[in-house]
């Protein structure tokens, strides 16, 4: 059984070192130790091939075997890591070169950087004033052409404030002189306004004395009515002011106000039957007042024919219209 364990090791120890072999292919120079072991496990195979069960004798014969076949084998190692240190020693040199050349060539390239950068920034700077100078000499012209402009400016304001000044004087004299005449023309218009007034009112008055003593007691009346309406409105809108705010889900109340709805409506014919009755009654009296003027009028035309050498025709009265009380 133990010799069954070492060979499945042995052999998972070779199936290892054959996938390292297959990576690296200096593998066996390397390590020597994994040729002694595939060696054993292959005589470990070949006897069990045999069909032949291992004695104690033949186990014992390879143990002492197995030193005698290490002893060279150590000293192959040794010498392989002897190897294996000087050529790691060889590739640190190397690398310890490598990294001083590189050190050596980063410190020139840092000195060419250095260097270049102060190249730029005397280039930047030289630059820098040129172009800070041509922007002053710039600044300088556009204020000096500024402050030309804005004296021509002042010049041109100031002549223009000289004109406006005088223009202003110029009306002013002009407006007292239009007050003036205006004033007069006023007072002329309305000393003939007073005089034409004075002969309207007496025209006027002798007018009113041939009118009828019926027509005139129509029109009192008829200005008297609008007094006499507008209490009535006031009256009636004082009366139907508590139905604002009655309820009007209330069956009593909605019947009695469609009883004082009837009444209004009723009441609102009746008024406009005598608005249309008194607007005949106005029309008949103002064409008979009409036909009575013209009369009066065709008179005086006949009385003043022979007074003048041309008629003298007043206005007719106008008539007033349709639809108004």
């Not at 890591?81 to 050349?101: S, T």
């Not at 006031?234 to 209330?250: A, G, I, K, M, Q």
């Not at 003048?308 to 007043?314: E, F, G, I, L, M």
Request: aromatic fraction near 4%; glycine fraction near 2%.
């Amino acid at each position: 059984k133990k010799l069954a364990m070492l060979s499945s090791k042995l052999s998972i120890a070779e199936s290892y070192n054959d996938g390292v072999e297959e990576d690296n292919d200096v593998s066996s120079d390397r390590d020597p130790f994994s040729h002694l072991l595939r060696c054993l496990v292959r005589e470990i195979q070949q006897h069990h091939a045999t069909c032949c069960p291992p004695t104690v004798a033949d186990c014992a014969d390879a143990m002492n075997r197995f030193p005698e076949e290490y002893a060279p084998v150590l000293h192959e190692l040794e010498g392989v890591q002897d190897a294996r240190r000087r050529l790691d020693q060889d590739r640190i040199d190397k690398n310890i070169v490598y990294l001083d050349r590189l050190n050596q060539d980063l410190s020139v390239n840092i000195k060419e950087r250095i260097e270049s950068d102060m190249l730029i920034d005397k280039l930047l700077s030289t630059r820098l004033d040129i172009v800070q100078r041509q922007l002053v000499s710039q600044v300088e012209a556009g204020f000096k052409s500024l402050q030309d402009e804005l004296d021509e400016a002042k010049e041109r304001l100031r002549i223009a404030s000289e004109k406006l000044f005088q223009a202003e004087v110029d009306a002013e004299i002009q407006l007292k002189e239009l007050q003036n005449q205006i004033n007069h023309e006023c007072d002329r218009c309305q000393e003939g306004l007073l005089i034409v007034s004075q002969d309207r009112f007496k025209e006027d008055i002798n007018f009113r004395e041939t009118i009828p003593d019926q027509l005139l007691s129509t029109w009192r009346i008829l200005n008297d009515e609008k007094d006499v309406m507008q209490g009535i409105q006031e009256e009636s809108r004082y009366r139907l002011l508590p139905l604002e705010h009655s309820d009007l889900n209330d069956v009593e109340s909605t019947v009695a106000q469609q009883k004082i709805r009837e009444e209004m409506a009723d009441l609102i014919r009746q008024l406009e039957e005598e608005t249309n009755e008194r607007i005949k009654e106005e029309k008949a009296q103002a064409a008979k007042a009409r036909a009575l003027t013209d009369a009066l009028m065709q008179g005086l035309e006949i009385v003043n024919r022979n007074m003048y050498a041309s008629p003298v025709s007043s206005p007719r009265a106008e008539e007033p219209p349709a639809g108004t009380e």
